[in-house]
């Protein structure tokens, strides 16, 4: 697989980029490339180039890009309220929601959660979940590394879901009797899922995500750990809509116009 690097959309354009510090460390350390490898940059806002290795020094190195191109999300928008979680959970679930096709993740701190962060570790862990967001996006092949938020409340968090025109908000519940599927048509272009702690999400919570147009839905006969029910979720609207065909309409990231 060709070796991937993010840089800042400032940097993506056609010419010579020079690389360094732990970027150098990367590609010609961990990955032993060579003056005449290939390198796919990304700039994580949908953009991306191929790149090849022209100069390679100790501890510097120039690339040539060649022009760049945009990368258009797949349809749905697919945004994941995903309650906070212990440790490395947390880390994985994030690592995978990015895997899946995620385009969003809002981390919310809700009743049951085991972990209680004040304002401080809050944006620590904010700082550390969109490095691991970066990553996986890398690792993973994507153009776009999606939005990673942190909210204090679940208000907070379904306030920085929205969902607008022809889109669905769900929150996965295990006495729900209607499955995830069923609840997504196939015209929805956006979709926002919730998804609770470990301890699922508290009577109350569920009928405020009710008072803010979330339906509850299965996702199916087994109950899934809280690190993996929005991965699955998100796979399972993702496959069904590839399977639909090409006939559906992308986005742009970052708000630009889809072909």
């Known amino acids: 697989m060709t070796a991937r690097l993010w840089v800042a959309p400032s940097r993506l354009a056609a010419g010579r980029l020079t690389v360094d510090g732990d970027d150098h460390a990367y590609l010609f350390r961990v990955r032993r490339l060579a003056v005449g490898d290939a390198v796919l940059i990304f700039d994580g806002a949908g953009g991306e180039a191929p790149a090849v290795a022209i100069e390679v020094g100790a501890t510097s190195a ?45 981390v919310a701190e809700t009743e049951r959660a085991v972990v209680r962060l004040d304002d401080e570790r809050r944006e620590k862990r904010l700082i550390r979940h969109r490095r691991i967001a970066q990553e996986a996006a890398r690792q993973c092949g994507r153009a776009d590394v999606p939005p990673i938020d942190a909210a204090a409340s679940l208000a907070q968090a379904l306030a920085l879901a929205p969902v607008a025109g022809a889109g669905v908000k769900l929150v996965a519940d295990p006495a729900a009797e209607g499955p995830l599927l069923r609840a997504v048509p196939p015209s929805a ?29 299965s996702l199916g006969e087994t109950v899934l750990r809280a690190e993996t029910a ?26 630009g116009a889809a072909v």
Do not use: Y
Request: some cysteine; charged content about 20%.
């Open 189 to 217: 272009m956006m979709v926002a899922l919730l998804i609770g702690p470990e301890g699922g999400l508290a009577a109350d919570e569920l009928v405020q995500a009710a008072a803010a147009g979330f339906v509850a839905v």
């Open 62 to 106: 120039v690339l040539e890009l060649e022009a760049p191109r945009a990368v258009l999300r797949p349809a749905p928008h697919v945004t994941v309220v995903q309650a906070v979680l212990k440790g490395e959970r947390m880390d994985w679930c994030l690592e995978k929601l990015v895997e899946v096709g995620a385009d969003a993740v809002v």
């Open 230 to 255: 929005g991965a699955a979720a998100v796979f399972a609207v993702r496959a069904v809509r590839a399977a639909m065909g090409p006939g559906f309409q992308g986005f742009a990231p970052e708000g």
